[in-house]
């Protein structure tokens, strides 16, 4: 399974931007597909998920301003960036499973292919 992120930048603050995650290597529309991000200094956290039916759940901190969309028939998973914060400044990267069920769905532990990571900076 390969994943290929893209789509990150440089954005004031209140900007947005719009994140692809193309998978290869795999049936996509059965799993989880997850973006995680990590800034500097800071460990790798949870940034929202979207399961294979198509409900989505996010982390705390984005939630009401990012949101994720999938395209089955791409295989490619998009996460949509409004409102950006510096504090939203970090590599961002997709994450996939081959597990169906079971849980640490919201930790890295959970997941074992992983996307390169594209950078977001968001300015003051």
């Known amino acids: 399974v390969q994943l290929q992120a893209s789509g990150g930048g440089l954005v004031q603050a209140g900007g947005s931007l719009r994140l692809s995650c193309a998978a290869s290597?795999?049936?996509?529309?059965?799993?989880?597909m997850t973006w995680f991000r990590q800034a500097p200094g800071r460990e790798r956290e949870f940034v929202g998920i979207?399961?294979?039916?198509?409900?989505?759940d996010y982390a705390d901190s984005v939630k009401g301003r990012f949101t994720i969309s999938r395209d089955n028939s791409k295989n490619t998973v998009y996460l949509q960036m409004n409102s950006l914060k510096p504090a939203d400044t970090a590599v961002y990267c997709c994450?996939?499973?081959?597990?169906?069920?079971?849980?640490?769905?919201?930790?890295?532990?959970?997941?074992?292919?992983w996307g390169q990571g594209t950078q977001v900076t968001v300015s003051s």
């Open positions: 290597g795999r049936t996509f529309s059965s799993h989880a």
């Open positions: 994450a996939t499973t081959s597990r169906l069920a079971g849980s640490n769905w919201y930790s890295v532990h959970g997941y074992e292919y």
């Open positions: 979207s399961w294979s039916g198509g409900s989505t």
